[in-house]
């Protein structure tokens, strides 16, 4: 049965699209048929990061609009063949959007994927409400930074109140990914630890994504960063995310890019 899967939160900058990206990709690496939809109408980056700005003819509102078939406008991965991308418009606006065509849009989808992972722009507006509308399973991604903890806890309550599972008295999944985090750095207390994340937003914990260069580096040649260095830090943490996604039971680490040194063991259950 198809999954649909949000990756958002309240702050912008905190690592959605990176997140959405490394995730899908783990996931179709793993078996899965994955779709990615770009829900940041006017911006458009999840096609930068996975390296197909140059392959985008038709969009996301160009289906909700009739003026494409889904066929047209999907984009599929050349080096994960079931992976692909509903890329988002950069000359529309976000009213353009409509509940009835996005929800026509993911059923069509979940004849066809297993999982449909939405990336949404940040904040309360409108492109983030359609982007969670339809969820099933939501990621709220969050920097270990008060204000985006804060901002977090807010899309928490969105989730719970403006998604059609809300709407029909159901519980919708919740996972928290912990982004750019440095052990060191909380220890000196520049930074929240995770216990104290966990206290405050109090949803089940997916991952943890240590701070790396990594990142930018596979963002900056077009790539997720599990397909760029599935050996670094970040790649494993985003992994072993997928892993949690599917089902499987794993012990929470915070990986490292020291080679010298193994993922450090957090004692908290994953999610």
């Known amino acids: 049965m198809a999954k649909v899967l949000v990756v958002t939160s309240g702050k912008g900058g905190v690592g959605k699209t990176t997140?959405?990206?490394?995730?899908?990709?783990?996931?179709a690496?793993?078996?899965?048929?994955?779709?990615?939809?770009?829900?940041?109408?006017?911006?458009?980056?999840?096609?930068?990061?996975?390296?197909?700005?140059?392959?985008?003819?038709?969009?996301?509102?160009?289906?909700?609009?009739?003026?494409?078939?889904?066929?047209?406008?999907?984009?599929r991965d050349k080096r994960v063949?079931?992976?692909?991308?509903?890329?988002?418009?950069?000359?529309?606006?976000?009213?353009?959007?409509t509940d009835e065509g996005v929800s026509q849009v993911i059923e069509e989808l979940k004849e066809k994927f297993d999982w449909i992972i939405c990336d949404s722009p940040a904040g309360i507006e409108r492109g983030a409400t359609l982007a969670m509308r339809h969820a099933d399973v939501a990621i709220v991604v969050t920097n270990p930074e008060v204000s985006s903890v804060r901002d977090s806890d807010r899309i928490i309550g969105l989730l719970d109140s403006k998604t059609v599972m809300a709407e029909r008295g159901e519980q919708i999944e919740k996972h928290l990914l912990l982004t750019r985090y440095d052990a060191a750095r909380a220890e000196r207390g520049e930074m929240l630890n995770i216990e104290d994340v966990l206290e405050i937003l109090s949803i089940p914990l997916?991952?943890?994504v240590p701070e790396s260069?990594?990142?930018?580096?596979?963002?900056?040649?077009?790539?997720?960063?599990?397909?760029?260095n599935a050996t670094s830090a970040p790649a494993r943490a985003y992994f072993d995310a997928a892993r949690r996604l599917n089902g499987e039971t794993l012990g929470m680490t915070i990986p490292s890019d020291r080679k010298s040194l193994f993922g450090k063991l957090f004692g908290r259950r994953a999610a």
């Open 206 to 208: 997916l991952g943890i």
């Open 81 to 97: 063949p079931t992976l692909s991308l509903l890329p988002a418009s950069q000359t529309r606006d976000k009213d353009a959007l």
């Open 29 to 75: 690496q793993g078996g899965k048929n994955v779709v990615l939809i770009d829900f940041d109408v006017g911006l458009r980056n999840l096609d930068l990061v996975m390296g197909a700005e140059r392959r985008v003819v038709y969009d996301l509102i160009n289906v909700v609009n009739g003026d494409a078939k889904l066929a047209q406008a999907l984009i």
């Open 213 to 228: 260069e990594e990142v930018l580096r596979a963002s900056n040649v077009g790539s997720p960063v599990t397909l760029a």
């Open 19 to 27: 997140s959405t990206a490394a995730l899908g990709a783990a996931l």
